[in-house]
């Protein structure tokens, strides 16, 4: 039986209209021109390009946050501007790049990694998160912690802790390592393969360093125009 990608774009198109002062005519900025791919259950999507190209525009679109003008993103077989909020967030999350900003500096972080199944439904909270402190590899004394106690690399295994405790099939991460030192960088990527590994994921992993991207994963699509 044909079982459909678990992502699928289909020439996407999405401009920005700025306006260069008040009574100048708007002018349209392509972000993203015609763009199509189709990452399979279980694998992951290298995304490329230089700066300003597109990039975080496409994840936005991935993740039903913008709308395209043209196109589909169907996940998987379903468009996922038709599908309510609920079920999209179970399906698929965001890692962003710089985790300071994603985290709430005033809640704790077993708040912060519990807050998707507070707000979308869930039981045995405090066990779901322990599980997913221990999946990422954060030691469970930091669930008391607030964000600015943790280091960079500590940070983004809470966001990406906070990611997958709904179980969603789908990661988009968008430049998760740039925040951080080159050490560091590593530490996340073979968090992220082995999660990859073990949870079956599907991902896709944005970045402009070719180098990060052709070292692990096969990249399939520079973007734009
Ligand atoms: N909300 C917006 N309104 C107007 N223009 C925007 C908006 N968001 C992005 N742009 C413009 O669209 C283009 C693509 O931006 P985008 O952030 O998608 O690229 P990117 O490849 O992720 O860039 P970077 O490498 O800096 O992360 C840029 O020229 C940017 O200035
Ligand atoms: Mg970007």
Redesign the pocket.
């Known amino acids: 039986m044909y079982a459909p990608p678990m992502i699928r774009l289909s020439g996407v198109r999405k401009a920005?209209?700025?306006r260069r002062s008040k009574f100048a005519q708007p002018e349209e900025?392509v972000?993203?021109n015609d763009l199509s791919l189709d990452v399979g259950e279980g694998e992951t999507l290298g995304l490329f390009?230089?700066?300003?190209?597109?990039?975080?525009?496409?994840?936005?679109i991935m993740l039903g946050l913008l709308r395209p003008d043209v196109g589909d993103v169907e996940i998987p077989g379903q468009k996922i501007g038709a599908m309510p909020m609920g079920d999209r967030v179970k399906l698929v999350q965001p890692v962003f790049?710089n985790p300071n900003a994603s985290l709430n500096p005033v809640k704790r972080i077993h708040s912060l990694v519990a807050q998707p199944l507070r707000l979308h439904g869930g039981e045995n909270i405090a066990n779901e998160v322990k599980h997913m402190l221990d999946l990422v590899g954060l030691p469970s004394r930091l669930a008391d912690a607030y964000p600015a106690e943790l280091s960079d690399g500590q940070r983004q295994r809470a966001v990406i802790a906070r990611a997958l405790i709904l179980n969603s099939r789908v990661l988009i991460c968008?430049?998760p390592t740039?925040a951080l030192d080159v050490s560091v960088q590593a530490q996340v990527i073979n968090l992220l393969l082995t999660l990859e590994k073990e949870l079956g994921l599907t991902m896709v992993f944005?970045s402009?360093d070719l180098g990060e991207l052709s070292n692990i994963w096969p990249i399939v699509s520079p973007?734009?125009i």
Do not use: F, N, P
Request: proline residues 0%; negative net charge.
């Open positions: 920005y209209h700025l900025l972000a993203v390009g230089e700066s300003r190209c597109g990039k975080s525009t496409a994840v936005s790049q968008d430049e740039l944005v402009h973007l734009c």
